[in-house]
């Protein structure tokens, strides 16, 4: 059997605060399962999740990363190579809020894509469950904020209730693809120039094919 | 919930009977006939013996070093006494212990006293312009209980989570004194205040303490026991000594949770070439524990295996990936729980300084490194953010005593994925009936059991199946179908030492399902379906 599909592999940060609920989202998005008895992810965890898209293999490398790990220069080595970013806050809890626009600003001083842009991010307000007119007293508002801070868009998310964690992924999967391919236009081919971001293959992900 | 009998058993019974005595057995049994009987001497007497055994003796800490290092306090009932002593709760003079200890349980007592105070209660003697609910005065009564109520709800937010298998950690007194514990810490050490992760530190001395204290009751209610036992062993003070142990391992293991960052002195050779081919991990300041693991690699790692550390440098895997929480909880998720103990027995009667944590960090890395070095970057962070269970832990610690000290300790036998052969061959629906029936442990074929270690690996990261939905799992889904560890058979070279339970030992279990339970602690996050 030949299979030509191409294969994307994609790295994709989960940042946030303590306790906002981000292994619980890549739990849900990648096992379909949800648990009060997470334990707290101690400097950085990994899981995979693979998707068919259009007619590719979309791999998703998703880090988890310790909410703790914010301050300083640690997540330097955790973020490189990233293509895609969730910042993710608790709705019930305004502190966690308040922290997103620090873990952007921290990823954008640390990584931008070959082309000078910072990755593609979307906003999860996450916990929706627990606080229902969230959307209605907020959207006008998160509209703006993302586009005020660069977030390419927001969701408000439930990893216990399974509200929108597929559909935020999926939109961020597009925006990927969308700057991947603005950089490979950009890319002259045959010449080398040095990038302190991209030092794998070209762009930050790699291709494969299967055969 | 599925262990009943749970708390109404000494918690540790488990071992005991790898040692082919159960002390709660016989006093139960005695009880109902209501009497004391030879039977009840001779557990007390051992009791006794035991205490006797590691203390009595005028050169007794070498010894309790040693039983530490060798792995002989698996079953022990005086492991925190034991503890105490390796972290210097306890002075080497034992004619000090009560008076220390009381000292302790005081000084305790007063920093309770300090730190958690109702402001509602001490604001009756203040000034109300200073102190009132909405006052901005930074010296505010209540400024500071609002900010003590943030910093106890961060807390709060890990005690929840800590081994949230364990019954043990779900009881509300236990959350309690595991929270007022870190909280007097963060107060009393208010540079580093609280971090994740001390609550996986904290939360193994409790429930240590936890065993010896039920240890204690169940042998003091047939005789009296010895004032040093009462006093130390005495549980009304759980919650004081094991913030006298945390703090103590904490002046250690304090610098792996600091977030202060430094510039990382340079040997000359580096500063030559450290900046034209800097890896990230390099550049800028650093924290100490990034510091640290990149020592291990880039030093330990590559003194002895340059193999491993050039694959590990080529696929840049920076050690801070997964180094970093298996230095900072002491290979807390690493191992479960019972192996866990062991490796700290070894750790702390090695060396209050811990130096042993750096071996300890190679062994596991040498464990696994054929698999590594014939992997690529996603299945070596499988295999090293997902570490695979090691059947032999005493192995493990011996070999890492080689790596530090090979003139004085001996070669250990090459114990590399021994266990995973068995475990893999025993691997399906039937293995429990086939790793009891085989009493005899296979030949082992090196290359079949590292291909299989590799599987373990891939299988850690790579898709299931073909659909859309294909998963990955890393970590609940493969830690789930994972038979419990303790009946795996044992090596064929295992050290006489070593108390791991045999198979034969294992039929005999009463409580089979808590076995289970506690297998499956190295799980840090897998579903349960069976807790609701």
Sequence with gaps: MQNNRKEHLYKILVIGDLGVGKTSI????????????????????????????????????????????RFGNMTRVYYREAMGAFIVFDVTRPTTFEAVSKWKEDLDSKLTLSNGQS????????????????????????DQYCKENGFVGWFETSARENININEAANFLVKHIIASENDILKSVVPDTISPQLNSDKEMTCSYWLSLD | MQHPNFETRHPLQQ??????????????????????????????????????????????????????????????RFRSVCWKVYLDVLPEDKTQWISRTKELRAQYEKIK??????????????????????????????????????????????????FPEMLFFQEEDVRTKLTDILFCYARENEQLLYKQGMHELLAPIVFVLHCDHQAFQHASETANPSEEMKVLLDPKFHEHDAYAMFSLLMETAEPWFSSFEREVRKGKEEMLTSIPFARPQDLGPSVAIVTKVNRIQDQLVKKHDIELYMHLNRLEIAPQIYGIRWVRLLFGREFPLQDLLVVWDALFADSITLDLVDYVFVAMLLYIRDALIASN?????????????????????????????????????????????????????????????STKVAPLNINKVSSSLLNFGRKLIAPMGGGSSGISPINSEVISALP????????????????????????????????????LLKSESMPQPQLK
């Design chain 2, 377 to 437: 970057f996603q299945t070596c962070l499988g295999l090293l953010m997902h570490y695979p269970p090691i059947g032999d832990i005493h192995s493990l610690l011996l070999k890492a005593l080689f790596l530090r000290d090979p003139k004085n300790n001996p070669r250990p036998v090459n114990y590399q994925f021994q266990q995973n052969l068995d475990y893999y061959k025993t691997r399906g629906a039937d293995f429990v009936n086939k790793t009891r029936a």
């Design chain 2, 113 to 162: 006293e300090t730190h958690i105070t109702n402001p509602r209660k001490a604001a009756g003697k203040q000034d109300l312009v200073v102190n009132n609910p909405l006052s901005q005065d930074e010296g505010s009564l209540w400024n500071k209980f609002f900010q003590d109520k943030e910093l106890r709800s961060m807390i709060k937010q890990d005690v929840l989570r800590t």
């Design chain 1, 26 to 69: 890549i739990k849900r998005y990648v096992h379909q399962t949800y648990s009060t008895n997470y334990r707290a992810t101690i400097g950085v965890d990994f899981a995979l999740k693979v998707l068919n898209w259009d007619s590719e293999t979309v791999r998703l490398q998703l880090w988890d990363i310790a909410g703790q790990e």
């Design chain 1, 119 to 142: 990755i593609a991010t979307v906003l999860l307000a996450n916990k929706c469950d627990q606080k229902r007119d969230f959307l209605t007293n907020n959207s006008l508002k998160m």
């Design chain 2, 484 to 519: 419990p560890q303790a009946q795996v058979p044992r090596p064929l070279a295992e050290p006489p030492s070593c108390t791991t339970p045999t198979n034969t030992q294992m039929k005999s279990q009463p409580y089979p399902q808590t076995q289970h339970q506690h297998r």
């Design chain 2, 15 to 76: 071992e005991e009977q790898e040692t082919g005595y159960d002390p709660l057995q016989n006093y139960n049994r005695n009880r109902d006939r209501g009497s004391l009987d030879s039977t009840v001497e001779s557990t007390l007497q051992s009791y006794r013996k035991e205490w006797d055994d590691l203390f009595q003796d005028s050169n007794y800490l070498a010894r309790i070093r040693q039983a530490g290092i060798n792995g002989r306090l698996r079953s022990s």
